[in-house]
Nanobody, 120 residues
Framework: QVQLVESGGGLVQAGGSLRLSCAAS????????MGWYRQTPGKQRELVAA???????NYADSVKERFTISRDNAKNTAYLQMNSLKSEDTAVYYC??????????????WGQGTQVTVSS
């Protein structure tokens, strides 16, 4: 069993910064892929940024040059540094991870979500 716990959301003014964290715990052999998604009411969940175990990253066009995803493999934790925040970044942010468990099973799951609100 693998659990994902996000933290770091909150209220910030436009132009400000926030850092989200996603910690994976449980019977983990290795984490293949971690990503951040976001969702607003009435819209589909969309990819914000993702990172592979080797550090290859991928970003949505809307956040390039403003957001940075990183991971600490020793801590099984991914981070999303969000700078120059805009009101349109307001959403619930979810962590996703694809994990190989110690029983060799694959886990693909989500955290509970953390609210990010950017005031203009």
């Amino acid at each position: 069993q693998v659990q994902l716990v996000e933290s770091g959301g909150g209220l910030v003014q436009a132009g400000g910064s926030l850092r989200l964290s996603c910690a994976a715990s449980g019977s983990i052999f290795n984490i293949i892929h971690m990503g951040w998604y976001r969702q607003t009411p009435g819209k589909q969940r969309e990819l914000v940024a993702a990172i592979t175990s080797s550090g290859i990253t991928n970003y949505a066009d809307s956040v390039k040059e403003r957001f940075t995803i990183s991971r600490d493999n020793a801590k099984n934790t991914a981070y999303l540094q969000m700078n120059s925040l805009k009101s349109e970044d307001t959403a619930v942010y979810y962590c996703n991870a694809q994990v190989r468990g110690t029983d060799w099973r694959l886990f693909d799951g989500w955290g509970q979500g953390t609210q990010v609100t950017v005031s203009s």
